[in-house]
């Protein structure tokens, strides 16, 4: 999905996730990039310039030029963001150049990749701009259907607020941020859609009802929307977008403000409201709760997943291996964490949580000189330890390093595995490797084959990311770092060797 603001376009920003139930996983749709086109035939004489951005700022949108003709690109860096490097196959140009001019002899792309400026990058004060998502404001609309059978009974609005008030995801947050974050909601509906939930033909459409109607309704007193359909049709995804339309009191609703979809379906509510932990699928989130704290994620501006980076039995910087399908950058790929495929865990990694600034400088070990460190990391819930080791090497590999210790939050004890994938992951360190749009992805440390699922219907194996971590007597040796001389420590903690290379 695209959208236009002005004459700008933004890295999409809409995040349709599916969540299938039965295989415990979900696939989504986006952040994807700007799908390649066919090569052009050799009469052909327009061509396509496709332009994309990575987070941090907007770029000219994509077009069609005439052979012969020239057009200029823009790159707009958001505040306190910078271009950091143009890259596609147009043309080489500067980074000190935030306007090129092209003329394209073939189809070809070209990318804006920002940065964040270097005050704010790898070491956030606490008490900076990173308070802005401190404390939120959420707008809960609930929304009925036409087509909603008439003796289902749902939660009310204020039960509906109430759960996610005083219920879990309140506690994810709370520990999560390290009681950094908190959120208020402000209920409003039921309102009625004026189309039945079946009719719809995407989730975004939910948003598209009659113009709401609040009284005295203020969109400045509301940092995120969150619309809850109540439904006991299809289930259908939620989602979390910038450019969903929205309209009370027959104005449109902030385009720049993130809003939210997550039905609560008829399967939800006897999950939450009645025997939550019957349902285990999700435990201890019902999974309308769960779903919930993954798009209110999305929604403090994590615009991309938690991945992993596997090469079946090789290392992820040794040459690929045949029939490794997406798996050196797989969506959804961390298993360990709610912004992944979270089957093994629900922690938010480090990663993201030092961009949410929920990380204080002192629970933070930044290391960037060449050369070796010896460094202690603790559970990553231990809000009075260090937590978070980021490392940001020469050669520009950058590295966040977490351990777990699977206490409540990374415990799915319904899992027959589950014991098993707890008890390895607990005797290390999780590395998790950033990409150039800052997007964690989770490493193996001990390599192993890609394996087929039972009933699976992969083309290529899935990563067994079973047991990930660098335990005592591994070493992991990177061309940028080395990792080793892992030790625990009787207090709980691990210290392991960095050596940074030049
Ligand atoms: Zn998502």
């Not at 039921?190 to 009719?199: L, T």
């Not at 779903?291 to 615009?303: G, Q, S, V, Y």
């Not at 596997?310 to 912004?339: C, K, R, V, W």
């Amino acid at each position: 999905m695209k959208s236009t603001l002005g004459v700008m376009i933004r890295k999409p920003l809409i995040f349709k996730c599916f969540f299938f139930i039965i295989f415990l996983m979900h696939s989504c749709d986006g952040p994807s990039s700007t799908p390649l086109e066919a090569p052009p035939s050799p009469q052909i004489s327009t061509f396509r310039i496709i332009t994309s951005a990575s987070e941090g700022g907007l770029i000219t949108p994509s077009q069609n030029i005439q052979r012969g003709q020239s057009v200029s690109i823009k790159a707009t860096p958001d505040e306190q963001y910078q271009l950091k490097e143009w890259k596609g196959d147009c043309g080489s140009f500067s980074k000190n150049d935030l306007e090129v001019r092209l003329t394209p002899s073939r189809d070809c792309e070209i990318t804006a990749i920002f940065e964040k400026m270097e005050a704010s990058n790898m070491s956030p004060q606490i008490g900076e701009s990173e308070t802005i998502n401190n404390k939120i404001r959420i707008a809960l609309l609930v929304i009925d259907f036409l087509d909603t059978s008439s003796h289902v009974v749902f939660p009310t609005v204020s039960e509906i607020e109430r759960s996610l008030e005083e219920g879990v995801v309140l506690d994810f947050f709370e520990t999560n941020s390290y009681g950094n974050f908190e959120y208020e909601i402000i209920s409003f509906g039921p309102f009625i859609h004026e189309k039945n939930y079946n009719d719809l033909e995407e989730i975004g459409d939910v948003f598209k009802t009659k113009s709401i109607q609040i009284n005295g309704f203020k969109e400045d007193d509301f940092d995120v929307y969150a619309l809850i359909p109540r439904t006991d049709k299809k289930y259908d995804g939620a989602a979390a977008s910038s450019l969903f339309d929205l309209h009370v009191n027959h104005q449109l609703i902030g385009r720049n403000k993130w809003k939210l979809v997550n039905p609560l379906f008829l399967g939800d509510f006897t999950n939450s409201f009645v025997t939550k932990d019957y349902f285990i699928e999700s435990y201890p989130f019902t999974s309308f709760e769960r779903i919930f704290t993954h798009e209110l994620i999305h929604c403090l501006d994590i615009a991309t997943h938690a991945k992993s980076r596997t090469n079946g039995e090789s290392y992820h910087y040794q040459p690929e291996i045949a029939n490794n399908g997406e798996n050196l950058s797989l969506d959804y790929g961390n298993q360990f964490d709610i912004m992944g495929g979270n089957n093994y865990g629900y922690n938010l990694n480090v990663a993201f949580r030092d961009q949410l600034a929920w990380v204080s400088s002192t629970q933070k070990t930044v290391i960037s000189k060449v050369g070796r460190h010896s460094v202690t990391v603790y559970s990553i819930n231990d809000a009075e330890k260090v937590t978070t080791v980021a490392i940001k090497t020469p050669k520009g590999d950058q590295f966040y390093i977490e351990y777990r210790n699977f206490d409540f939050w990374d415990q799915r004890s319904h899992l027959n595995d589950s014991p098993s994938i707890m008890s390895n992951n607990r005797q290390g360190i999780m590395v998790n490797w950033l990409d150039a749009w800052d997007t964690p992805h989770l490493l193996d440390m001990s390599p192993s084959p890609n394996y087929t699922y039972q009933g699976d219907h992969f083309d290529v194996g899935s990563p067994d990311i079973r047991d990930v971590v660098l335990k005592p007597g591994m070493t992991y040796d990177s061309p940028s770092v080395m990792l080793s001389n892992v030790t625990a420590n009787t207090d709980g903690s691990y210290t392991f060797t960095i050596d940074v290379k030049p």
